[in-house]
């Protein structure tokens, strides 16, 4: 049984800085692709930031230069370090694990980024 908790989230004023954790339960993270997306309200849920297994990194035009995506695998933690946050950022951040067929989601935590 895999489960996401994420957390890390909060309120921030433009330009500030805010770290999210994901905590993976189970067996197979050291095994999985592990991405944070996103999803604004009335916007689809995108992808931000992925780390393969072999820890091969991705990340969205978008927060290029900004965000940095990190694993531990010791403790089967994924993390998403945003810096020089913008209003654009705020959105309900999800934690997926994707290894082959299974595929398995938080619930999400919500970064609000406002003057």
């Known amino acids: 049984q895999v489960r996401l908790v994420e957390s890390g989230g909060g309120s921030v004023q433009p330009g500030g800085s805010l770290r999210l954790s994901c905590a993976a339960s189970?067996?197979?993270?050291?095994?999985?692709?592990m991405t944070w997306y996103r999803q604004a309200p009335g916007n689809q849920r995108e992808l931000v930031a992925t780390?393969?297994?072999?820890?091969?990194?991705n990340y969205a035009d978008s927060v290029k230069g900004r965000f940095v995506i990190s694993r531990d695998r010791a403790n089967n933690m994924v993390y998403l370090q945003m810096n020089s946050l913008k209003p654009e950022d705020t959105a309900v951040y999800y934690c997926?694990?994707?290894?082959?067929?299974?595929?398995?989601w938080g619930q999400g935590t919500q970064v609000t980024v406002s003057s």
């Open positions: 189970g067996t197979i993270f050291s095994f999985a692709s």
């Open positions: 997926n694990m994707d290894y082959g067929s299974l595929n398995y």
């Open positions: 780390i393969g297994r072999l820890g091969g990194i």
